[in-house]
């Protein structure tokens, strides 16, 4: 499979598990259930200066099983659902699980994959009303957030191949 099949597979696992969507070829059993006995890849809390928002803000990134310094790797940012943040993809849908199993069984390059807060705001929490005026314009914020702060910040503390071929972005409704 290339890379960016590699992408699609995960996405679609990834929000079918979440929002229980039909797929046209069911999921294989356990594709999100921990198995004992495989490499695991690792997930780790980043935090990064925003010049965008005015405070440091936080990430979480998972770097595949047998990650290497060495080696570059293709980078997914998987993005939550406007109620959510950068924990909700661990909370709901446990992308390092599948994406474990998949590597176990042969079906994905390595990858780091970089799950921020979309909601670019000094308090970024999830708490509230969702739709105040000022949290709808933190996730459009998000965007120059993104490109100007969080991409940049992963490229020079991660080896990550930076061409359009080899970075990806999906996630959920926002």
Sequence with gaps: MNRSKNLLFLLLFCVGQLHAQHLEKEAPVGFDQARDGISQGKI???TYPS???GNDRNALVYTPPG???KEKYPVLYLLHGIGGDEKEWL???HPEVILD???AD???EPMIVVMPNGRAMKDDSAGGNIMEPEKVQAFATFE???LNDL???IEKKYPVLTDREHRAIAGLSM
């Design 144 to 146: 120059q957030d993104l």
């Design 44 to 46: 780790e809390t980043i």
């Design 101 to 103: 199993n998949l590597y």
């Design 151 to 153: 991409i940049p910040f």
């Design 91 to 93: 909370n709901g849908g």
């Design 67 to 69: 990650f290497s310094k």
């Design 51 to 53: 010049k965008t928002v």
């Design 106 to 108: 042969g079906k994905l």
